[in-house]
């Protein structure tokens, strides 16, 4: 069970010489607030376990110790009422506000997480995407189109393992569109380093890759190589 959830249960079972009015005014806005917090920790916990399956989405084990965090902060609270403990409204509200900032914490992990995983990759292509428009190579429309429905992507992190399998979908479309720009051998390997910034001057005296500039003469537009 849902570990704020549990802890909502258990508010309502405080013994009954305790259940003066104001405090159960007290402790019905508490739990209500924790009803609310339990609601979102479910969602983040789905979350995390759908992105999980993403293998580049190292910062889910960041996301998935905070939700353990919040778990024992009510853990730690029921614990003091299954214990005989009496409603402390004080004690109460600090454990709520704990457990929303760690909530909130995990959010933003999660939404700046996802933001940059998808704007690396995003930007890792678009040189090759704009050196093989430019090069008018066959197959940049497809992979121009392949960028941009990862880019797609980046304001809206999965929240279901249905999600994240159709992220997984339009990501794999990438280096399918990369394998039909027909970059092959020598010339294929300087293409992808050149889009980099990674391609070394010696390169530009292999012939197979002076071959390749002189049928795509506008790929010497962009090229940046190092010495």
Same mark, same amino acid.
């Not at 039909?180 to 990674?198: I, K, T, W």
């Given at each position: 069970?849902?570990?704020?959830?549990?802890?909502?249960?258990?508010?309502?079972?405080?013994?009954?010489?305790?259940?003066?009015?104001?405090?159960?005014?007290?402790?019905?806005?508490?739990?209500?607030?924790?009803?609310?917090?339990?609601?979102?920790?479910?969602?983040?916990?789905?979350?995390?376990?759908?992105?999980?399956?993403?293998?580049?989405?190292?910062?889910?084990?960041? +996301?998935?110790?905070?939700?353990?965090?919040?778990?024992?902060?009510?853990?730690?609270?029921?614990?003091?009422?299954?214990?005989?403990?009496?409603?402390?409204?004080?004690?109460?509200?600090?454990?709520?506000?704990?457990?929303?900032?760690?909530?909130?914490?995990?959010?933003?992990?999660?939404?700046?997480?996802?933001?940059?995983?998808?704007?690396?990759?995003?930007?890792?292509?678009?040189?090759?995407?704009?050196?093989?428009?430019?090069?008018?190579?066959?197959?940049?429309?497809?992979?121009?189109?392949?960028?941009?429905?990862?880019?797609?992507?980046?304001?809206?992190?999965?929240?279901?393992?249905?999600?994240?399998?159709?992220?997984?979908?339009?990501?794999?479309?990438?280096?399918?569109?990369?394998?039909?720009?027909?970059?092959?051998?020598?010339?294929?390997?300087?293409?992808?380093?050149?889009?980099?910034?990674?391609?070394? +001057?010696?390169?530009?005296?292999?012939?197979?890759?002076?071959?390749?500039?002189?049928?795509?003469?506008?790929?010497?537009?962009?090229?940046?190589?190092?010495?």
């Amino acid at each position: 069970m849902n570990r704020i959830k549990s802890l909502v249960a258990r508010m309502q079972d405080i013994p009954g010489k305790e259940q003066r009015a104001t405090q159960i005014q007290d402790m019905r806005a508490i739990r209500d607030k924790l009803q609310d917090a339990a609601q979102r920790a479910d969602t983040l916990r789905e979350q995390s376990s759908a992105l999980a399956a993403i293998d580049a989405a190292e910062f889910v084990g960041s +996301a998935r110790q905070g939700l353990t965090k919040v778990a024992s902060r009510a853990s730690a609270l029921k614990k003091r009422y299954d214990d005989g403990a009496g409603f402390d409204r004080k004690r109460a509200d600090q454990t709520l506000t704990l457990i929303n900032e760690s909530l909130e914490q995990v959010s933003t992990t999660v939404t700046k997480g996802w933001k940059g995983l998808i704007e690396d990759q995003t930007k890792r292509y678009r040189p090759l995407a704009e050196a093989a428009t430019r090069a008018t190579l066959p197959g940049a429309a497809g992979l121009n189109e392949a960028i941009e429905l990862l880019d797609g992507w980046r304001d809206d992190p999965p929240r279901s393992r249905q999600a994240a399998d159709d992220y997984l979908t339009n990501a794999a479309r990438l280096p399918t569109a990369i394998a039909n720009l027909g970059l092959e051998g020598r010339a294929g390997r300087f293409m992808v380093d050149a889009s980099n910034g990674r391609a070394k +001057a010696k390169d530009l005296q292999d012939p197979d890759v002076l071959a390749f500039l002189e049928l795509h003469p506008a790929v010497w537009a962009m090229l940046k190589v190092g010495l």
